[in-house]
């Protein structure tokens, strides 16, 4: 079968960023190659592929040239008067596995495989891919078909091993105020004396992840070799696993759900699965948070995500243990970023902090733990909260930041938190009845969080507590003026607080 | 509610086309407005407001101006040394129907009317306009949401009005060669003296749109008022009804649509709908071709799609027929822009052509001609056939093409075909028995139709038809070796035709 001819071109890059691979081309090439606007093309450089998009231009840039974004440029390793292929791409053999799953047939591992590999390749644009994730909103992956995309995340990136066990710890999140668990899990975990070289995605719904929380405190973003130097000195990490090119489909389909807000189950599996396979996990503990505005809204909708973890686990040879978690109401006190970070950092110092954020991350360390086989099943929690009340998980944590270039005796009040606040007040006296996740969510996303590290939103007061009128309930935080009014926009809307059945709302 | 400010920036505009609306900003610019690579913005000048998308840059353009791409210079009208508001647009509330639609929910009139708006403003990009047909394929749209759609289409564009009752008609397509069946149609129609305004809209999927078809002997493109004032004179336009701004959600939906080679069926219902409300049509005949390997397989599919178009006319008023053709093998002996024209134009002067084209073209004529009382039904297509044998339709057909900026005279040689060819021969003696749709869909399109006017095929034989060994079965064209190439590739991978139940291949 003959191919498409690949044409030579000078390239430059061009110093802008719009989120995806653009090659600007003169309109008599693109004309002579039969493209058009947005047109998918392969640039070749040696043995480096990278799919790009085309946008044609009449001026810009001359026939016989061509302009790459510069994401593009530097996967491609473009120099100085450099020259590179450019090969039209029509209609690669893997649209045909994506028609057939939007038909609602399923996928073989070669053609899950092929569609994958294009996916990474960059062939696909945002479209292909929304209809790829959308399709499963409707037909859920089949446990083969998610099997076949755990390996195909797993081999289109690369691997990293590990000379000792290697064990991890996951929440699928959901709930705000989640990503900070991890910094106390991690390092008691590690202090107990396993290895946990533990690497997160950033937010996808969520005000924060645990990369973007970490990030405040520390570099997150390492090279493989800077990961593993890390994890042999300090047997821990708390890393974006970005840049590390474990299953880098993850990334891609991360973008588009986040634009659409959506997340659909066996696909959260695949992602969470092929990273851990990709850094050689071999123990994992999930964590599930279930509550009425979490991702998972109760126990059985639980127990349904919980079967394909395991059963998937079970046919990758990693043990596993899913944890089902208390998801009713936002974790500790604090959503977005640096809030996080100053919270969990206050707690690793003082050795105690709220309830759910301390009792949360001592269960599912203890439940690590337990995996090693070194403490008897029951016991792990224990043993966990004996290292954190020893402050063992806060020095550990202290080598931690240190290891990964920030400052290990920072202490909370340091952290820059967002300028712009505004704080609403209880209403009237009464109880706490209700904090809504999917509110609380949305306010500190408004305001900024993650992207706006300092962005987010302090719960003054937890469900539960008595509060009297004009108590402060909850303050929003932002470093825009803009986004702080869009945020209160976003809570007159929604009810973030009951107090004693009366919605807090605040006017406009 | 506040609402998120409006910044000023001196903009200008840059040559080049990605097909979408982008804004390229500088970093700091775009920092202090928290904005990141393809968000959306609104560009605001006066009352014009146009969707956009970011791409950051260092360099390209300095703080406080900002560059934009030709469509939008041009929709907003941006002149020299202009200056355009720009305010980013977090979260529309339209992306909670968004929301709804995806999870299973029905849309309300209102929420499908924002949808729809917040859609042809380019607020939205392809993903979620991707999540919005693709959720179709598994919820398809209720019969109300379908009425809200086709009503928030038309709302959201322009209409034009005609002073006599106005009839139409148009084919669902799916069947290479059927963009051709028009340009016979729609001149007899208008010699029986009615009044057929047609525009229709390019190939989707096809080879060839009645628009692509068209454009090759004159201009398809013209504003409301020249299209009124063809009107007028001649009773009869074949137009493109892109540049008419009716229900322009629907070119938007087409491209993603094109893009992801899916078509839902509701969808694609409110799109002819729509733009025969907004073009003032009374009344109309829809023509569904039933085949094998056609858009609609069997005569239940066909009925049930029926059921939405003579249900939804009936809601808006509009007087209706709806046609079930025969679509087993192409339609006429050619698929593509140019061939189609050629056989068009071949046909009119001869005053007979391939029976499939001309039988069809006057069946529907007759169903039209019928739709206005003046005949008796079951004899309009002996009107029909009366007028084009006469040489009427010819004559019809001349007006228009001169009306429309081309060359009345033009003949069928005159008319420039792709200048790269390849025949395919008939290996054995025998009969043909099967000329498959999706293959010389797929052919014609590799070889670049419709884009490529001259690019197609050329059926020497249709069913029935006995060959000998040898005898040329099917030429294809195009305009690029590597197109036509691909065709064969293409080719060589399905079975075009079928001579006595062998497969016909071409070997690589």
């Given at each position: 079968?003959?191919?498409?001819?690949?044409?030579?071109?000078?390239?430059?890059?061009?110093?802008?960023?719009?989120?995806?691979?653009?090659?600007?081309i003169?309109?008599?090439?693109?004309?002579?190659?039969?493209?058009?606007?947005?047109?998918?093309?392969?640039?070749?450089?040696?043995?480096?592929?990278?799919?790009?998009?085309?946008?044609?231009?009449?001026?810009?840039?001359?026939?016989?040239?061509?302009?790459?974004?510069?994401?593009?440029?530097?996967?491609?390793?473009?120099?100085?008067?450099?020259?590179?292929?450019?090969?039209?791409?029509?209609?690669?053999?893997?649209?045909?596995?994506?028609?057939?799953?939007?038909?609602?047939?399923?996928?073989?591992?070669?053609?899950?495989?092929?569609?994958?590999?294009?996916?990474?390749?960059?062939?696909?644009?945002?479209?292909?891919i929304?209809?790829?994730?959308?399709?499963?909103?409707?037909?859920?992956?089949?446990?083969?078909?998610?099997?076949?995309?755990?390996?195909?995340?797993?081999?289109?990136?690369?691997?990293?091993?590990?000379?000792?066990?290697?064990?991890?710890?996951?929440?699928?999140?959901?709930?705000?105020?989640?990503?900070?668990?991890?910094?106390?899990?991690?390092?008691?975990?590690?202090?107990?004396?396993?290895?946990?070289?533990?690497?997160?995605?950033?937010?996808?719904?969520?005000?924060?992840?645990?990369?973007?929380?970490?990030?405040?405190?520390?570099?997150?973003?390492?090279?493989?070799?800077?990961?593993?130097?890390i994890?042999?000195?300090?047997?821990?990490?708390?890393?974006?696993?970005?840049?590390?090119?474990?299953?880098?489909?993850?990334?891609?389909?991360?973008?588009?759900?986040?634009?659409?807000?959506?997340?659909?189950?066996?696909?959260?599996?695949?992602?969470?699965?092929?990273?851990k396979?990709?850094?050689?996990?071999?123990?994992?503990?999930?964590?599930?948070?279930?509550?009425?505005?979490?991702?998972?809204?109760?126990?059985?909708?639980?127990?349904?995500?919980?079967?394909?973890?395991?059963?998937?686990?079970?046919?990758?040879?990693?043990?596993?243990?899913?944890?089902?978690?208390?998801?009713?109401?936002?974790?500790?006190?604090?959503?977005?970023?640096?809030?996080?970070?100053?919270?969990?950092?206050?707690?690793?110092?003082?050795?105690?902090?709220s309830?759910?954020?301390?009792?949360?991350?001592?269960?599912?360390?203890?439940?690590?733990?337990?995996?090693?086989?070194?403490?008897?099943?029951?016991?792990?929690?224990?043993?966990?909260?004996?290292?954190?009340?020893?402050?063992?998980?806060?020095?550990?944590f202290?080598?931690?930041?240190?290891?990964q270039?920030?400052?290990?005796?920072?202490?909370?009040?340091?952290i820059?938190?967002?300028?712009?606040?505004?704080?609403?007040?209880?209403?009237?006296?009464?109880?706490?009845?209700?904090?809504?996740?999917?509110?609380?969510?949305?306010?500190?996303?408004?305001?900024?969080?993650?992207?706006?590290?300092?962005?987010?939103?302090?719960?003054?007061?937890?469900?539960?507590?008595?509060?009297?009128?004009?108590?402060?309930l909850?303050?929003?935080?932002?470093?825009?003026?803009?986004?702080?009014?869009?945020?209160?926009?976003?809570?007159?809307?929604?009810?973030?607080?009951?107090?004693?059945?009366m919605l807090?709302?605040?006017?406009?």
């Amino acid at each position: 079968m003959a191919h498409l001819e690949t044409r030579h071109f000078n390239v430059e890059a061009i110093d802008f960023d719009m989120g995806r691979n653009i090659v600007i081309i003169n309109e008599k090439d693109a004309k002579e190659l039969g493209l058009g606007p947005n047109n998918r093309v392969r640039l070749i450089k040696g043995d480096r592929i990278r799919g790009a998009f085309t946008a044609i231009t009449k001026t810009m840039v001359p026939s016989g040239k061509i302009l790459v974004s510069r994401d593009v440029a530097h996967e491609l390793r473009i120099g100085k008067e450099d020259i590179i292929g450019l090969k039209p791409v029509p209609v690669p053999p893997s649209f045909h596995a994506l028609q057939k799953r939007l038909h609602g047939q399923r996928l073989s591992q070669d053609e899950m495989f092929m569609w994958i590999k294009d996916v990474v390749e960059g062939i696909y644009g945002e479209t292909e891919i929304a209809a790829f994730l959308v399709s499963q909103l409707y037909y859920e992956l089949s446990e083969d078909e998610l099997n076949a995309l755990i390996r195909a995340m797993v081999e289109t990136g690369s691997r990293i091993e590990f000379e000792d066990t290697v064990y991890d710890e996951h929440s699928i999140g959901g709930v705000p105020g989640n990503s900070k668990v991890a910094l106390l899990a991690v390092p008691t975990i590690a202090a107990a004396g396993l290895l946990i070289p533990k690497t997160s995605s950033r937010a996808i719904t969520s005000p924060a992840g645990t990369a973007d929380t970490m990030e405040v405190l520390a570099r997150v973003d390492f090279s493989p070799e800077e990961l593993k130097e890390i994890a042999r000195k300090i047997r821990a990490t708390l890393a974006w696993g970005g840049k590390l090119n474990l299953a880098p489909a993850d990334d891609i389909f991360v973008n588009i759900e986040r634009k659409l807000s959506i997340d659909p189950w066996h696909q959260m599996v695949a992602s969470i699965l092929a990273k851990k396979v990709a850094m050689g996990v071999d123990n994992l503990v999930i964590d599930i948070p279930v509550g009425r505005k979490a991702k998972v809204k109760d126990m059985k909708a639980a127990d349904q995500l919980a079967g394909p973890f395991i059963r998937q686990a079970a046919r990758l040879g990693m043990g596993i243990r899913v944890a089902i978690t208390y998801g009713g109401q936002p974790i500790g006190r604090t959503a977005g970023p640096a809030l996080e970070a100053m919270e969990a950092l206050k707690a690793l110092i003082e050795r105690r902090g709220s309830k759910s954020l301390v009792e949360k991350a001592m269960s599912i360390a203890g439940l690590v733990i337990e995996l090693s086989g070194k403490v008897p099943p029951g016991h792990g929690t224990e043993v966990a909260r004996n290292i954190f009340e020893k402050g063992l998980s806060y020095e550990k944590f202290k080598q931690i930041v240190e290891a990964q270039g920030g400052d290990p005796n920072v202490k909370p009040d340091d952290i820059p938190i967002g300028s712009h606040t505004y704080t609403i007040e209880a209403p009237i006296e009464g109880a706490v009845t209700h904090i809504d996740n999917a509110a609380i969510t949305a306010i500190a996303r408004a305001a900024g969080a993650p992207f706006d590290k300092g962005a987010g939103v302090y719960l003054h007061f937890k469900v539960g507590y008595r509060v009297n009128r004009g108590d402060p309930l909850m303050t929003i935080y932002s470093s825009s003026a803009i986004r702080l009014q869009e945020a209160l926009n976003i809570a007159s809307r929604y009810s973030p607080i009951l107090v004693e059945g009366m919605l807090i709302k605040i006017l406009p």
